[in-house]
């Protein structure tokens, strides 16, 4: 079965520092990763994906992540942080044939942005 | 487009009692999912659909039926509640596109407690 660690439930960057969020996952075959963002009081929003194509995905509001196989990682990050960034982030893996495409999701890094 | 709506968005219920959640979508999207949201375990998926009169067991089904009647509406029913099902709710949906590219699109949540 599929399985997402993200380490650090927490984290603390002031405005302007970079962002680094990291996300593990356990699959003998390269599963597509997603990341999510959750705003307070709001549902899930696609940050980005990876779907086997390139290894270095961008993403909306200036996130990217790396895809990196023999790390079994794909770990999120954004050059400067902005105050609008504070919010929970999901990581998530699909299987390549998984039933309903469906998604299993780490247990979330919420992210807060001090002046 | 109201894209992926719930109803309601908060509910307090007795231990014991019955309710149903409701989700809606405008995008005439094949799939859809439930979800709960517990603190540091992320989203767990509780059942899901691939089609109109159809559902299957997720990760955490136990103690939650559901039922897809129409192809834009997705049920999820707890007969008898109890304070473990204490929870953020999710429904999500998406087009049936190949798995790797195949988004799932989240509504609101519903905040649910059970005395």
């Known amino acids: 079965a599929q399985s997402v660690t993200q380490l650090g439930s927490h984290v603390s960057v002031s405005e302007g520092a970079l962002v680094l969020l990291r996300c593990n996952y356990s699959?003998?075959?390269?599963?597509?990763l997603f990341w999510y963002v959750q705003y307070p009081n709001q549902g899930l929003q696609l940050l980005l994906k990876y779907t086997s194509a390139a290894t270095l995905v961008k993403g909306i509001n200036g996130f990217e992540a790396e895809f990196k196989k023999s790390e079994t990682s794909f770990h999120l990050t954004k050059p400067s942080a902005h105050m609008s960034d504070a919010a929970e982030y999901f990581c998530a893996v699909r299987a390549i044939k998984a039933a309903g495409n469906r998604l299993t999701f780490g247990g979330g890094t919420r992210v807060l942005v001090k002046p | 487009n109201a894209g992926v709506t719930q109803t309601p968005k908060f509910r307090v219920l007795k231990t014991g009692q019955s309710m149903t959640l409701l989700c809606a979508q405008d995008m005439n999207h094949e799939y859809m999912y439930w979800y709960r949201q517990d603190p540091g375990m992320g989203l767990r998926l509780i059942h899901y659909s691939v089609g109109e009169g159809t559902t299957a067991k997720g990760e955490v089904p136990d103690g939650y039926n559901v039922s897809r009647l129409k192809k834009q509406n997705f049920l999820l029913g707890l007969e008898s509640a109890a304070p473990s099902q204490t929870s953020v709710y999710f429904c999500?949906?998406?087009?049936?596109?190949?798995?790797?590219?195949?988004?799932?699109?989240f509504g609101p949540g519903t905040r649910l407690t059970v005395l």
């Open positions: 699959s003998s075959v390269p599963p597509y």
């Open positions: 999500a949906s998406s087009l049936q596109a190949g798995a790797g590219t195949d988004t799932q699109y």
